[in-house]
C-alpha cells in the first residue's frame, strides 16, 4: 500500500512539473496569452502538433525502455538501437515542435496547436537525454566487458 501511494505521488508530482515546463515553454515562446476567438477542429497545424507530440512520446517510451535494458546485467543486444531511435524521434520531436511554436502567431485556442508544439518539444528533449543515457551507460558496460577479456 505504501508503494502504490509513493507511485502515485510520484506521478502526480511528474505531471505537475510536465505542465509547469509546458507553461515556461510557452511564455518563453510568447504563445502563452489565450486567443481571444477559438478555432474548432482540426486545423494543419494541429495535426502537425499532434503528430509531433505522439513521436516524442514514443520516443520517451523508446528512451525508457533503452535505459531498463542498459541497467540490466543480460540483454538481447538491442538496447543501443533502441537508444539510437530514441535519439533521433526525440531530435525530430524537439525540432519539429520548435518550428511549430516559432511559426504559430496565437496562443492556445488559435487553431496553431502550440500545445502540442510545446508538448512535442518537451517530450523530445526528455527523449534524448533517456537515450543518450542508455548510450552511454551501454558503451561503458561494453568498455567493462572488453577490459576484462
Not at 526525440?90 to 485556442?109: D, E, F, R, S
Request: charge should be positive; hydrophobic fraction near 60%; glycine fraction near 14%.
Amino acid at each position: 500500500m505504501k508503494r502504490t501511494f509513493i507511485l502515485i505521488l510520484a506521478a502526480v508530482a511528474a505531471v505537475a512539473l510536465f505542465a509547469w515546463l509546458m507553461h515556461i515553454v510557452l511564455v518563453a515562446a510568447h504563445v502563452s496569452e489565450p486567443a481571444t476567438t477559438t478555432v474548432n477542429g482540426m486545423t494543419p497545424r494541429r495535426i502537425w502538433a499532434t503528430a509531433v507530440m505522439v513521436l516524442g512520446l514514443v520516443a520517451v517510451v523508446n528512451g525508457g525502455l533503452a535505459l531498463r535494458r542498459s541497467a540490466r546485467r543480460m540483454g538481447n543486444g538491442n538496447g543501443r538501437a533502441v537508444a539510437k531511435v530514441a535519439l533521433v524521434a526525440g531530435l525530430i520531436a524537439a525540432v519539429n515542435g520548435a518550428l511549430n511554436l516559432a511559426v504559430a502567431n496565437g496562443g492556445p485556442g488559435s487553431g496553431n496547436g502550440v500545445i502540442g508544439g510545446a508538448a512535442g518539444f518537451l517530450l523530445g528533449l526528455i527523449a534524448m537525454a533517456l537515450g543518450g543515457l542508455a548510450l552511454a551507460r551501454s558503451r561503458r558496460r561494453i568498455d567493462a566487458v572488453n577490459v576484462g577479456h
